[in-house]
């Protein structure tokens, strides 16, 4: 067969194949959405996104089953991660303060018991070992590379108790310094997601490679700002606790839970709780955790609306951002936040941005807090 021959057979394949290709194009009705069913979204754009879900989906599941929330008998809670095949966990020394063995709740709901084997007096950091742990394979430590500005992460954690929760950001500035009695922190990085009580001691993942680059330590009283202690700074302090563990641990350290407490600075309270479960429920729809964000709201709401409802209704809104928010708390252990939300919405097969009003009604079910029920509504544009 002559070149022109194979040309033409080449170009008839091409159509062939091109004609299989359908799109298949998904147009809901936001404003009905918002009055009957689930009020945020996080939907699908196009192949090179859905890609790029996969992708941090991949590295969200992959470390979500190495890290474990930690809880001391005299009331502190944490987060850990497992950095050995020992069953060697790290964590936030300020986590197990004044503890010497602590409970361990897995991603695959046992609760372990585990020994703290070492506890920083100057970093803030520890380990705990947990021998039903060992053997498996850890995560990856990235100790050599240095963050820089810009960098996309991942912290995972147990905020508030909810545990492996997942929140994304970048890292936002480099060098930082804090002086939080007893412990002196230096090139911290500060990262755009927020760190919670509950978060302390979780891993901060290069959002990239999957590498675990540091620790969750603190955040700010106000404003959605962390701070993570690289781990490149504690390993050979780490590594030498799990090749020779303390034989007795300090007395002398202490800390003052007003000024640091568990990830975060000054007390948590309702209200502030209130507004992270709100917050909470709009990262998880965002990072495409439907099925998560759908366990965060109450009995009542649930028995009127279906999973396959709430998640087929959020596959036209690609991003919510929170634009204001606003907390009551009730006499009854309740609060009704408020939400100045702007969702981009798939109109046409263009994205556009359009600002709501979101009210929810929050409180405890079955010792959890959830969302009980939420309405919204459209705000007209001039």
């Known amino acids: 067969m002559n070149r022109n021959g194979w040309i033409c057979i080449i170009a008839s ?4 194949l091109g004609g299989t290709v359908g799109v298949v194009k998904i147009h809901n009705d936001v404003p009905n959405r918002l009055t009957n069913g689930p009020l945020l979204a996080q939907p699908t754009a196009d192949s090179n ?3 790029t879900d996969k992708t941090l989906k991949d590295i969200i599941f992959a470390t979500q089953k190495l890290v474990v929330m930690i809880e001391t008998d005299n009331g502190l809670m944490g987060s ?28 695959d709901a046992r609760e372990l018991e585990g ?12 380990v705990v070992r947990v021998p039903e742990l060992s053997g498996m394979k850890p995560l ?8 820089e500005i810009g960098d996309e992460v991942i912290a995972i954690g147990s905020p508030l108790g909810y545990q492996n929760t997942v929140t994304t950001g970048i890292i936002s500035g480099v060098g930082r310094v804090l002086d939080i009695d007893p412990y002196s922190y230096k090139d911290m990085y500060q990262i755009s997601a927020p760190i919670a ?52 641990l300090p007395h002398n350290i202490a800390m003052d ?45 649930i028995a009127s609306t279906s999973y396959e409802t709430f998640r087929e209704g959020y596959l036209g809104t690609r991003n ?9 708390v009730q006499e009854d252990e309740r609060a009704v936040v408020t939400a100045y939300i702007t969702a981009q919405e798939r109109v046409d097969g263009a994205f556009v941005d359009t600002p709501y009003k979101v009210v929810y009604t929050v409180g405890y079910e079955n010792d959890q807090l959830k969302l009980l029920s939420g309405k919204g509504q459209r705000i007209a544009q001039k």
């Open 13 to 16: 394949l091409l159509v062939l």
């Open 49 to 51: 996104a859905a890609a």
């Open 80 to 107: 850990g991660f497992l950095y050995n095949d020992q069953g060697d966990l790290i964590t936030n020394g300020h986590v197990v303060i004044g503890a010497h063995t602590v409970k361990v709740r897995t991603a």
């Open 115 to 126: 020994t703290v084997i070492g506890i920083g007096t100057d970093l803030d950091v520890a």
């Open 140 to 147: 990856a430590m990235e100790t050599e590379h240095v963050g």
């Open 197 to 248: 009580h509950g978060n302390s001691g979780g891993p901060l993942v290069d959002r990239e490679t999957g590498e675990v680059i540091g620790i969750n330590s603190a955040g700010a009283e106000q404003g959605a700002i962390g701070f993570s202690l690289p781990i490149g700074q504690v390993m050979s302090l780490v590594e030498g606790w799990s090749a020779s563990p303390m034989t007795e």
């Open 257 to 301: 839970s007003d000024v640091f407490q568990e990830g975060s600075v000054g007390d948590v309270t309702f209200e502030d709780m209130a507004s992270y479960l709100v917050t909470h429920f709009y990262d998880s729809l965002n990072s495409g955790d439907y099925v998560y964000a759908y366990s965060l709201i109450g009995s009542t709401w």
């Open 320 to 328: 919510i951002t929170i634009e204001d928010l606003n907390v009551e």
